[in-house]
């Protein structure tokens, strides 16, 4: 959406929001104000997100080679993730999670009442409060102040964070100075979490998406510069200030978008005492209007905070649960896991594009009472974050080992650590279809802003799963079973949530969309099952990895269309769809512009 600006006139009117804001709006392409069609619009917000992303996943992998070579598996490494463990619990919460949850459903209806506010006037009331400026003065200077307190009391009860998430390290020391210095993370992820919400609900895109470039750049830098003189402690420092650049990077865009100060009416409309003003009508001369109402903003208090928290810590505890039990094992055990996670997460993420994209689609679908439509989208999320997290599993099932040699196998990394962390990253494969699911079925649970304990209970059955299975699967099988035991917990709380969401959205058809699954699953199966043994029959790790690329996604291709999964059909269509139009535009010469 455009920003107000002092002089300007932006049509404010129920119709015009809507040509704008709706996702489903046929709009007339050509026409100057009028936006793309909405599939257009998605598709380029969905492609600039996913390289955004990708280019930070990247970077994200620069730094984990970086802390291999370094620091290689060993003590120093699992004091960090130690530490480490306070910037991924905050990110989880404050910023893909538990904010975005809150926030992007609270600035939908907060846009909505702006829209409904006039459908005649063309400018807003100098005393009259629009919404998106009454919610961000009401929530984000107390939000500031709650996260720097946090930051502060983390930063004080260091020793006992330690003590609690890692009791089995022999020297707590390390881990206790590097958590100090990553405490500050909860300031300023919070405060990037708030304004990337912000940002989406007024579908922009591109800025929330970069901000893990700006933060694994500022980790980069960081520790290049003094890990000869800090240590692990580097890294941690990194992460304080990778932090920063997340608001940083954010900011620019959040003064052109947001109503951060007081508009003026513009030259020549004159204020009139009490709720009636002279404004300027359609046809440019001044009318009387009724001051427009404004809303207030939806509830963003304990009844819909409680289950948004609880969901989110209890989704985040199962790395903690992770990290507690590893803690006992030998030394390198979590360091093991944490490089297996951050492999098994890119295929999660690349999955969860598309639902980051049009979850303010279907926030604000749900504040104009349009359930059917949110519900189809929600549907057609949920089989394409399938189809990539089962396609992405498959290969990196397959090619486990040629992908982490390639990745890691540099300096203090050496193969043993290659064989116990690919081995690890195997068994991460069998829950990333569980974890997906998860991150794409809890957006319409809070998509009508209202509280709803669901999420959270279904998400602590899953977290009880997790703790007992893992207490008894890790004396036998050690890392492999802690892995395992978080697979089959997510696993539950994925069908959980599927269970529940068709039972509250009934545009939404659950066996349709189970069925389509089990397809999947099985062609990923196969393609795991063909791909592995022939991408080992080569021994260099990137010959071997890029074969893997090439039959693991033939081979799971294949087998969709055997059995007949239509999302796969779907997927070919789409992408020879987007080919013709790509080359029609190279014709017309445009050149698609996303903010």
Known sequence: MRAWGAGALPDLGPAAVRRECAPDCPGRPGTPGTPAPPGRFLARAAAVTALLTAAGSLCGLLRDQMLAQLFGAGRDTDAFLVAWTVPETAATLLIEDAMALLLIPAFGHALAARAAASDEARTWPADARDPVRALLAATL????????????????????????????????????????????????????GYLGAALRAHRSFAAPAAIYVAYNAGILGTTLALHSAWGVRAAAAGVAFGGVLMVLVQLPACVRQLP???????????????????????????????????????????????????????RQSQVLVERFLGSSLPAGALSHLNYAQKVAQLPMVLSLMLC????????????????????????????????????????????????????????????????????????????LLGHSLVGALIRPFFAAARPTWYPAAAMTGGLLITVVAGAYAVRWWGAHGIVAANAAGITVTALLLLHGLGARVPALDVRRVAAGLGRLVLAAAVAAAVGGPLAATVAAPLPGAAAGALLVPAVFAGTALAVRAPEARQLLLAVRTFEVRRMLLAVKGKLAHVR
């Open 141 to 192: 200077p107390r939000l500031l102040g709650a996260l720097a307190c946090g930051s502060a009391l983390l930063a004080l009860g260091a020793p006992v964070v330690v003590r609690l998430l890692a009791p089995g390290l022999p020297d707590p020391a390390p881990a206790v100075a590097c958590t100090r210095l990553t405490a500050l993370t909860v300031l300023t992820f919070g405060t990037a």
């Open 260 to 314: 951060l100060h007081v508009r003026q009416l513009p030259t020549g409309v004159r204020q009139l005492p009490g709720r009636v003003r002279r404004l300027p009508g359609r046809d440019g001369r001044l009318r009387r209007a009724i001051r427009p109402r404004t809303s207030r903003p939806p509830l963003l208090g304990l009844a819909l905070l409680a289950p948004v928290v609880c969901f989110t810590l209890s």
């Open 356 to 431: 980051t994209v049009t979850f303010p689609v279907v926030a604000r679908a749900v504040a104009d009472g349009e359930t059917a439509r949110a519900g189809r989208r929600v549907e057609r999320d949920l089989t394409l974050a399938g189809l990539v997290v089962l396609l992405g599993g498959a290969y990196v099932g397959a090619c486990a080992p040629q992908i982490v040699a390639l990745l890691f196998q540099r300096g203090a990394f050496t193969a043993a650590d290659t064989a116990a962390t690919a081995s690890v990253l195997r068994v991460y494969a069998l829950g």
